[in-house]
């Protein structure tokens, strides 16, 4: 009966379900482009994306210098810039383009849509194929529960952060596609194309660099020249051919000084301060500014101290370091991965990276998506069919709720008190006790699908 559930077609309801699913990413693509560009004050940070993509073509010795329509800096590396040109928006005196915006905000939208759908198939089908369960790995997905469940049940966990990365115009779901991709290419042994993949991910933030971590500890040569050759197309090859060689190297100092320096405390420059760089500056959830507004709750965030205090930017430093330090010894327990544990060592160093950015807002959680996959995948080939034990349901839960109550108004004490960085560390810990665990058990398989693979 249990196989039968696992592996037979989805019921109507189900379809009902997706179909309901369908229809409310349109309408909540209305509802973005309408917030986005309708608005007397556009929400979002998408003019940001558009207005570097303009600078790319007309005036890229500016690039850093150009604001959007809320007199936010684009803070990225020039990759991404490059690739904004075609939706580029110039300057207005009199105001934005508004069909032009929101038309370049819907297809944005799609876009990021897109890449979300293809990011939770590339690694579901990349986990089914590894699968020890051989029911798991036949069959046509249309006709699967299993399949149509292990795609949709991360999306619906993570929706909160996700509907906010779309609201917001962020790049996270193209980051997620990456990170995803890089998964799934070293549960095929495709190691070079997954060191380009998190390669990819550092040309257009810079703090995915951290993910360099996966392959220096697993000794993979191949990941990190597909790394190292990924950067160098993506942050030097490309801005030269674009930007000429001598205006790329003026990117990256100008990026030096208004924003890593900063950042890391290396120089005093505070053109970046109040949009990103002080502690009370945005709804970061990194570890040093949880603790920073944790010791002062008592104070109104308006009126808050805007720096952090040196004590607490050690205790930042080495609470990275200690996160880091336990998920690498968590993975060390097996020097051989199967594929659900190299996407919860690297779903894992994930959501450390997150916690160890200076910056870190709510919705970057949604790069959190693969360790509930992952997480999802081993409880059905440890059980043996398709069903949850009563602590998955309860970490689930736990994710939408943590990540959901930060959002509401007039509960914004939650986020400053770091609820969405706590909810994911339980994430994380579940995530690093299942591979201190070990591979999952293959003799957990019950014995219809036992009599399958004979």
């Not at 189900?14 to 909540?28: C, M, Q, T």
């Not at 996959?373 to 839960?397: H, I, S």
């Amino acid at each position: 009966m249990l196989s039968s559930f696992a592996n037979g077609r989805p019921s109507r309801w189900e379809w009902v379900a997706v179909a309901a699913f369908a229809a409310g990413v349109v309408l909540y693509g209305a509802l973005v482009v309408q917030k986005s560009a309708l608005l007397d004050r556009p929400m979002g940070d998408l003019g940001v994306y558009l207005r570097a993509g303009w600078a790319v073509r007309a005036d890229p010795d500016h690039l850093y210098d150009h604001t959007d329509q809320n007199g936010w800096h684009y803070s990225y590396p020039p990759l991404f810039a490059i690739l904004m040109e075609p939706l580029g928006e110039a300057p207005q005196p009199g105001g934005a383009d508004l069909t032009r915006f929101a038309v370049a905000v819907g297809i944005f939208y799609i876009v990021n849509v897109c890449c979300l759908l293809l990011a939770v198939h590339v690694l579901a089908s990349a986990l089914e194929a590894a699968s020890p369960d051989p029911a798991a790995r036949s069959g046509h997905w249309w006709n699967r529960r299993r399949r149509l469940w292990l795609r949709l049940w991360p999306i619906l966990v993570c929706l909160p952060p996700i509907g906010h990365t779309l609201m917001r115009g962020q790049a996270n779901l193209i980051l997620l596609l990456l990170l995803c991709c890089a998964m799934a290419a070293l549960i095929r042994s495709r190691r070079a194309l997954a060191g380009a993949s998190l390669a990819g991910m550092a040309c257009i933030k810079i703090f995915p660099a951290y993910l360099l971590l996966y392959p220096l500890w697993r000794r993979d040569g191949r990941a990190l020249v597909g790394l190292g050759l990924g950067l160098i197309v993506g942050l030097l090859l490309i801005p030269a051919v674009v930007l000429g060689p001598a205006q790329t190297i003026a990117c990256y100092q100008k990026l030096g000084v208004v924003l890593i320096g900063p950042a890391l405390h290396l120089n005093q420059d505070d053109s970046r301060a109040k949009e990103l760089i002080e502690a009370t500056a945005t709804d970061s959830q990194s570890f040093l500014v949880v603790i920073h507004n944790t010791l002062h709750l008592d104070v109104d965030r308006l009126h808050r101290v805007p720096t952090a205090a040196p004590t607490v930017r050690a205790a930042h430093f080495v609470l990275a370091g200690l996160f880091t330090a336990l998920t690498l010894a968590a993975a060390s327990r097996r020097r051989g991965e199967d594929a659900t544990g190299i996407v919860l060592f690297l779903g894992s160093l994930t959501l450390i990276m997150l916690a160890s950015s200076p910056v870190c807002h709510t919705h970057y959680f949604a790069l959190s998506l693969p360790l509930v996959m992952a997480l999802t995948a081993r409880e059905w080939e440890r059980n043996g069919g398709f069903r949850f034990r009563p602590g998955l349901w309860a970490l689930t839960t736990l994710q939408i709720v943590g990540n959901v109550l930060p959002l509401v108004v007039g509960l914004e004490l939650l986020k400053d008190a770091g609820l969405a960085l706590y909810t994911a560390l339980t994430l994380w810990g579940t995530a690093c006790l299942s591979l201190w665990r070990g591979q999952p058990a293959q003799t957990a398989l019950p014995q219809t699908h036992r009599a399958q693979a004979a």
